[in-house]
């Protein structure tokens, strides 16, 4: 049985069996990410409900684990060399999964570089820009009446979308086959539904955005992983 004592993330959020990967995180785009990689690569894991409050996530336990106070957070404890390794940042999660695995990067260097860089695309601009188009659509930002803040990060939500779209429209999958590319962004493409900014960034103007959507929402991992951790205790 794996010893986690060392990780004081535990004393708070208790495993239950040890010997599997420990995943600290709630629903929100980037926590979906890394349980649908793990659905997706059969990793067993055990799921920890960490809450956006401050009681959670600036908690001295979680801290620990990921100084930026943002989930999600693992802790393998098979990690490299056999010993355990704490690991936060989602797309670093991902690309860590996926060479653990041996899935969901490619198959050559070539494959994994273009996984990666549409990864790097989610993680610098995607997401970002989707994130801040729905503070200032359904969140305190939405009551600004100054609406410049919202437009600019319309207007380069609507430019990224548009980059998506011109490649989705000649494949199914951002990166050629099916990979952790494709998990990083799928679940902010469906957060818009959630922030209700389907139409302030034009997503009708993108029928094969819509038709990737829906295959990725289709995959049974998928559909085990939007739900993990439950938002509910």
């Given at each position: 049985?794996?010893?986690?004592?060392?990780?004081?993330?535990?004393?708070?959020?208790?495993?239950?069996?040890?010997s599997v990967l420990q995943l600290f995180s709630f629903p929100t785009p980037n926590g979906v990410?890394?349980?649908i990689m793990l659905?997706?690569?059969?990793?067993?894991?055990?799921?920890?409900?960490?809450t956006l409050s401050d009681a959670d996530v600036k908690s001295p336990e979680f801290l620990s684990l990921n100084p930026n106070n943002k989930i999600p957070a693992i802790i393998d404890?098979?990690?490299?060399?056999?010993?355990?390794?704490?690991?936060?940042?989602?797309?670093?999660?991902?690309l860590y999964l996926g060479e653990k695995t041996g899935k969901l990067l490619g198959e050559t260097a070539a494959d994994k570089a273009r996984v990666?860089?549409?990864?790097?695309?989610?993680?610098?601009?995607?997401?970002?820009?989707?994130?801040?188009?729905?503070?200032?659509?359904?969140?305190?930002?939405?009551?600004?009446?100054?609406?410049?803040p919202r437009d600019r990060y319309a207007s380069e939500a609507k430019r990224l979308l548009a980059v998506l779209s011109g490649e989705l429209s000649q494949r199914d999958w951002i990166a050629g086959e099916?990979?952790?590319a494709d998990i990083a962004i799928a679940p902010w493409l469906n957060?818009?539904?959630?922030?209700?900014?389907?139409?302030?960034?034009?997503?009708?103007?993108h029928p094969a955005l819509q038709a990737y959507l829906n295959?990725?929402?289709?995959?049974?991992?998928?559909?085990?992983g939007l739900n993990v951790p439950p938002r509910e205790g």
């Open positions: 049985m794996a010893d986690l004592s060392a990780f004081p993330i535990t004393r708070k959020w208790t495993p239950k069996d040890p990410k890394v349980a659905e997706e690569t059969g990793l067993p894991y055990e799921a920890h409900r960490v404890p098979d990690g490299p060399d056999g010993q355990p390794l704490g690991l936060f940042e989602s797309g670093a999660i991902l990666t860089q549409w990864l790097m695309f989610q993680m610098g601009g995607l997401g970002p820009m989707l994130g801040q188009v729905g503070f200032f659509a359904k969140f305190a930002g939405a009551q600004w009446e100054d609406k410049r099916f990979s952790a957060a818009l539904n959630y922030y209700g900014t389907k139409e302030l960034v034009g997503w009708e103007d295959r990725f929402m289709a995959r049974d991992a998928v559909m085990r």
